[in-house]
């Protein structure tokens, strides 16, 4: 996008100065936020492409973009410097505080979930958002794994982002139903069920992969047993705890950063269900013009997210397990309206 010059003043071209060598560039070079920004080029503002923080912006043939210190090739016109830069603050004065007020703080476990709920709903049922989930294992844990499983069956998920965990408890529930050995439906420990995410991911090798597991009709139901009936992409990311890992688990931390953010460009709602580093990791890839929902018990990780610079998160503190049940009963409800908006007669829902 290229803007008129007149649109802002004190208009100077930015300093431009190529990289010397791959994956280094001058001292002086422009370290950018997750904020819209605009470049002085050529006497002429343009948009940077594939906004994101902690990223250097490069000018090419195609305008500028930015790009990641450890992509940076010898020969990179890299953007250095403060000056022709300008910053588009989508967040700008939104929790200005004019005047004093109780309840003002956007992460108080205190304030109403389910007017939150409700404005997400209706986006996914009547503006056809879908959700790009960024989620970890507590989500099987609590319950909500049938919840999330049907959000993926019925279309409301465009993604999955998550770790080697929800997928190996998920696959455990679904083979044993236990989580961590914990039986889904009492909620009392199992005789020797501490080792069936072992299990899990002895099966899951047996195959070669969770796809090839849910072929052989192996696997039956779960969160990624839906992923794979739908077509739906995930990323396991790997880390240095795992069991296993899966055989679909990306151990690569730079491959894994990069599938992340390939499957973040697209990405219209991110919900963050209780997982403070995968959140925190896919909130340094976004757009601050992306919205952003944290869900999480502990207020400390939703606070934390903005902290990190991921102003435009909203942070919702409670029970994931429930959070993902009211959501799952709201888009009930409002289908079952849209439904009798359009046909006039009552029907069943369809989630």
Not at 57 to 65: C, E, F, L, P, R
């Amino acid at each position: 996008m290229i803007l008129n010059s007149m649109e802002f003043k004190n208009n100077y071209n930015a300093t431009i100065k190529e990289a010397k060598r791959d994956k280094h560039v001058p001292d002086d070079f422009y370290s950018t936020t997750n904020n819209t920004t605009l470049v002085y080029y050529n006497n002429n503002w343009i948009e940077v492409k594939n906004q994101r923080m902690d990223a250097l912006i490069v000018i090419d043939k195609t305008g500028a973009s930015c790009k990641k210190l450890r992509d940076i090739k010898k020969g990179d016109k890299v953007v250095c410097g403060d000056s022709g830069i300008r910053i588009v603050n989508e967040n700008e004065n939104a929790y200005e505080k004019k005047e004093f007020n109780f309840m003002d703080n956007k992460f108080s476990s205190e304030r109403r979930n389910d007017m939150q709920i409700k404005k997400l709903a209706y986006d996914l049922v009547y503006n056809g958002k879908k959700l790009t989930v960024v989620a970890g294992p507590v989500i099987v844990h609590t319950g909500g794994d049938q919840y999330l499983a049907e959000l993926i069956r019925h279309n409301y998920v465009s993604s999955l982002l998550t770790g080697n965990a929800l997928a190996v408890h998920d696959i455990e529930k679904s083979l044993y139903q236990t989580s961590l050995g914990v039986c889904s439906k009492t909620g009392l420990l199992t005789e020797k069920g501490y080792r069936n995410h072992m299990r899990a991911i002895n099966q899951i090798y047996k195959y070669g992969s969770i796809e090839k597991a849910v072929e052989a009709n192996c696997l039956k139901s779960g969160i990624m047993y839906e992923c794979i009936k739908k077509g739906i992409p995930f990323i396991l990311a790997g880390s240095l705890r795992d069991d296993g890992p899966l055989p679909d688990t990306i151990t690569d931390m730079i491959e894994a950063q990069q599938a992340y953010s390939d499957i973040l460009k697209d990405a219209e709602i991110v919900l963050v269900l209780s997982t403070m580093l995968h959140g925190i990791a896919a909130g340094n890839m976004l757009a601050a013009k992306c919205k952003m929902i944290c869900v999480d018990i502990n207020s400390a990780v939703v606070t934390k997210l903005s902290d990190r610079g991921s102003s435009q998160a909203t942070g919702i503190v409670t029970d994931v397990g429930l959070f993902v049940n009211l959501l799952v009963n709201e888009i009930r409800t409002l289908e079952r309206k849209k439904f009798i908006g359009l046909t006039g007669t009552s029907s069943t829902t369809t989630i």
